[in-house]
């Protein structure tokens, strides 16, 4: 059974770059067919998908947040990365890591989210 762990700070300064880290348990994040996500939701608000890294290292980021976002991996930890610059308060969300699966075209795994609020 995969399990994802969200962890970062809870509140950053605007302007500041946020970092959250994705830590994988019972599963490779290199494993073919799978891609991993961000997605996030602000309060009183439907979910928005980030951007994804998948098994290869190919990514791909929402092209509204594209210039503010970036999402690495580190392999040797099984994590993956997102880095998002810039930050305004109405980045104030609950972020979810995820774990789609290619072949059936499904999100099957979930972290429980981190809640960051932005804010001086």
């Known amino acids: 059974q995969v399990q994802l762990q969200e962890s970062g700070p809870g509140l950053v300064k605007p302007s500041q770059t946020l970092s959250l880290t994705c830590t994988v348990s019972?599963?490779?994040?290199?494993?073919?067919?799978?891609?991993w996500n961000w997605i996030r939701q602000p309060p009183g608000k439907g979910l928005e998908w980030m951007g994804y890294?998948?098994?290869?290292?190919?990514?791909f980021t929402s092209p509204s947040l594209k210039s503010r976002t970036s999402i690495s991996r580190d392999t040797s930890k099984n994590q993956f990365i997102l880095r998002l610059a810039s930050v305004i308060p109405e980045d104030t969300a609950t972020y979810y890591c995820?774990?789609?699966?290619?072949?059936?075209?499904?999100?099957?795994?979930w972290g429980q989210g981190t809640q960051v609020t932005v804010s001086s």
């Open positions: 890294i998948c098994y290869d290292g190919n990514t």
């Open positions: 995820a774990r789609w699966e290619i072949s059936g075209r499904t999100f099957g795994s």
């Open positions: 019972g599963g490779s994040i290199t494993t073919n067919d799978y891609c």
